[in-house]
């Protein structure tokens, strides 16, 4: 898969505002031989699968990053197993389903970007006592019993990417019951309550800016997080 089999994505671009650039790509097709050495030496020991998403992933990025004038760089990870992003550069990574989605922004306006593709297949009862918090399971319980399961994994997508957006920035665990999210199923939006959680933690939490959609049996989610006037002006 080269880049131009990553392609822009207008129903997933509408998960971020216009100063968000976003690309997707079939797991299926990506190209593991095409990794750059250090990437490729992150994956020496992952299984085919893992390796082919690993490569779709890397390749979508290079082709956004492209596009904002970065040169083609390696894209290795921190030690929080996060993609580490260029210098002025903000952006997140998900594959699931077979279908890989990368967003990225230059980090001006933008501070904390995160992205999740999930099978639209309903979240086990075990994994939705440990992701749902007290106010989401009443939530739940309140709707069709057919679509509790499916929200349910809705719920964990979003929460998937509260995480990429919010941890880069403050470099401290966030549990799933720490963010309360109030969802809106009739415009695809989603607002978050900070619970028990640091107040460096909480404000960040507070402030993310969400949404989400249903696709040909995938549930994606976004979440973004702005810069305060401060952080966008510097000093």
């Given at each position: 898969?080269?880049h131009?089999?990553?392609?822009?994505?207008?129903?997933?671009?509408?998960?971020?505002g216009?100063?968000?650039?976003?690309?997707?790509?079939?797991?299926d097709s990506?190209?593991?031989e095409?990794?750059?050495?250090?990437?490729?030496?992150?994956?020496?020991?992952f299984?085919?699968?893992r390796?082919?998403?690993?490569?779709?992933?890397?390749?979508?990025a290079?082709?956004?990053?492209?596009?904002?004038g970065?040169p083609a760089?390696?894209?290795?990870?921190d030690?929080?197993?996060a993609?580490?992003?260029?210098?002025?550069?903000?952006?997140?990574?998900?594959?699931?389903?077979?279908?890989?989605?990368v967003?990225?922004?230059?980090?001006?306006?933008?501070?904390?970007?995160?992205v999740?593709?999930?099978?639209d297949?309903?979240?086990?009862?075990?994994?939705?006592?440990?992701v749902?918090?007290?106010?989401e399971?009443?939530?739940?319980?309140?709707?069709?019993?057919?679509?509790?399961g499916?929200s349910a994994?809705?719920?964990f997508?979003?929460?998937e990417?509260?995480?990429?957006?919010?941890h880069?920035?403050?470099?401290?665990?966030?549990?799933?019951?720490?963010?309360?999210?109030?969802?809106d199923?009739?415009t695809?939006?989603?607002?978050?309550?900070?619970?028990?959680?640091?107040?460096?933690?909480?404000?960040?939490l507070?402030?993310?800016e969400g949404?989400?959609?249903w696709?040909?049996?995938?549930?994606l989610s976004s979440?973004?997080l702005?810069?305060?006037?401060?952080e966008?002006?510097?000093p």
């Open positions: 898969m080269s131009d089999d990553a392609v822009l994505d207008p129903p997933i671009g509408t998960l971020f216009a100063d968000v650039r976003t690309a997707s790509c079939s797991t990506a190209r593991p095409e990794l750059l050495p250090a990437e490729a030496a992150l994956a020496v020991r299984g085919a699968r390796r082919r998403e690993f490569a779709a992933g890397r390749t979508c290079r082709r956004l990053l492209a596009e904002l970065m760089a390696s894209l290795e990870r030690a929080h197993r993609p580490c992003w260029p210098a002025g550069i903000v952006g997140s990574i998900s594959h699931g389903a077979g279908l890989c989605v967003a990225v922004a230059p980090r001006r306006a933008i501070v904390g970007l995160g999740d593709v999930e099978s297949e309903p979240l086990r009862d075990g994994l939705q006592r440990r749902c918090t007290e106010s399971r009443r939530w739940l319980a309140a709707l069709p019993e057919p679509e509790q499916r994994k809705l719920l997508s979003i929460k990417s509260i995480y990429k957006c919010v880069p920035l403050v470099k401290v665990p966030i549990g799933f019951q720490q963010a309360d999210v109030r969802i199923l009739a695809g939006r989603y607002t978050v309550t900070p619970i028990g959680t640091r107040p460096e933690v909480a404000v960040r507070a402030a993310v949404a989400f959609l696709r040909e049996g995938r549930v979440a973004t702005r810069a305060e006037t401060r966008t002006l510097g």
